[in-house]
């Protein structure tokens, strides 16, 4: 498993990794993570100096290398540069060979290549499309040991091909290395409806899903209380949980609160937050402001509680393949509301299991904060039904879908050798 990022570091994708490795290994395999040392997204680019030289640890089973996150002088404002840059290359022709080498630094991590050159694997699976210097790392690999190469690419591609966001997904080093792989794993059908889109052969294209691990119980309702009044969140509210950015809906979800003043109601926002969603914060309106907390990261226990009592999960996101957070949602039985972008109309179903809206439309996501708290038995109904779904979300059923996608990459490896 090659990752830009591994727990204890927070977010979809690195959780996604740990579970799948988990359960691919309590299958019988054998399962070896290579990794940079990030335990947040800010190491990327600030570096993190906890270590020189490549970690190898045990993980329940799993063994895990961390190659330390180098980070870029200039810090986020270069990172950000040199992408921008590698899209206007690619649009302009860059050769795919020459971008590849670019991606290095996205992010850069040390003694990468000399990681995974170490290693023999049967497979190599590379995840992350948007962060691709391992996967494009895990792709030299398998050139060089003859592997087959298995990608899942939490595939961005906003509201389509010309989006923004899709630029950052599809240029001509990122669609080589998918069209090149031995398997592509998606993790819903529209994901793999976009993805055959892009030119993977369809029969290397494998829609595997996600899972949830229950979580542990929340405190008791007199902890629960305590803990929502040492966090200065006022009942009801609203709840955001991902990297506080605008592309993640973060920034719409402070502006649909501050249109929906009427309402009353409070917004958390949990999750490490980038500059500009401060810069956000601080454009707030006095009395929106006070309506809108920023949380930071939390523990598993705080995250429960705020899970438990709040009215809502949203997740007006324009870059999620997936949102396991949804899954975490509906465990409580909450209603949820979630952009019509990426992977999420393959999560959620508007009117179902939760209520869908454009995305960047903070109007019309008001609108669906207010037609929640005013309808109960709506929002009652949606997260029931949300609730009764998770029954297709379990990771025993998703690693036995990954293993066959293995088996089908190992297949296609040897008919091209």
Not at 403 to 417: F, T
Request: hydrophobic share 45%; with cysteine; charged share 20%.
């Amino acid at each position: 498993m090659v990752s830009p990022g591994f727990p204890p570091m927070l977010g979809g994708g690195e959780q996604y990794c740990r579970e799948l490795s988990l359960a691919l290994h309590k299958r019988g395999h054998q399962i070896q993570v290579v990794s940079s040392n990030a335990r947040q997204e800010a190491d990327f680019w600030r570096g993190n100096p906890a270590s020189r030289s490549p970690i190898t640890s045990a993980d329940e089973g799993l063994t895990v290398t961390r190659c330390p996150a180098r980070g870029l002088v200039g810090g986020r404002p270069a990172l950000l540069a040199w992408r921008k840059g590698m899209v206007v290359l690619s649009q302009l022709g860059l050769s795919e060979s020459a971008l590849s080498r670019m991606a290095a630094r996205i992010p850069p991590i040390a003694d990468l290549d000399a990681t995974l050159d170490a290693q023999q694997p049967d497979v190599i699976h590379a995840f992350n499309l948007s962060w691709e210097g391992p996967m494009m790392a895990a792709r030299r690999l398998s050139r060089r040991l003859g592997a087959p190469l298995v990608l899942t690419p939490f595939t961005h591609l906003g509201n389509g091909p010309g989006d923004r966001v899709a630029l950052n997904s599809t240029m001509t080093h990122q669609l080589a290395a998918l069209r090149a792989a031995d398997a592509v794993l998606a993790l819903t059908s529209v994901e793999a409806e976009q993805l055959a889109d892009l030119g993977i052969a369809p029969d290397r294209i494998h829609t595997v899903g996600g899972g949830l691990v229950p979580p542990s119980p929340p405190p008791d309702a007199e902890e629960r209380a305590r803990i929502l009044e040492q966090l200065r969140v006022e009942t009801p509210y609203a709840l955001f949980i991902g990297r506080v950015t605008r592309d993640k809906g973060a920034l719409d979800c402070m502006a649909a609160i501050e249109q929906s003043f009427r309402s009353g109601i409070t917004l958390a926002l949990v999750g490490a937050f980038s500059p500009e969603a401060r810069r956000a914060h601080a454009r707030l309106s006095p009395a929106a402001r006070e309506r809108v907390r920023l949380l930071g990261a939390v523990d598993e226990r705080i995250k429960q509680t705020l899970l438990a009592e709040t009215e809502m999960l949203l997740l007006p996101s324009r870059v999620e393949s997936f949102g396991i957070v949804l899954l975490e949602a509906w465990h409580h039985g909450k209603p949820v509301v979630a952009a019509r972008a990426g992977g999420l109309p393959g999560v959620v179903h508007d009117g179902e299991n939760g209520l869908m809206v454009p995305p960047g439309d903070i109007g019309a996501l008001a609108t669906a904060i207010e037609r929640l708290l005013s309808d109960q038995p709506l929002a009652h109904r949606l997260g029931q039904n949300g609730r009764a779904g998770l029954v297709d979300y379990a990771w025993p059923a998703v690693a036995e879908r990954v293993e066959s996608a293995y088996r089908a990459a190992l297949a296609a490896c040897r008919d091209r050798h």
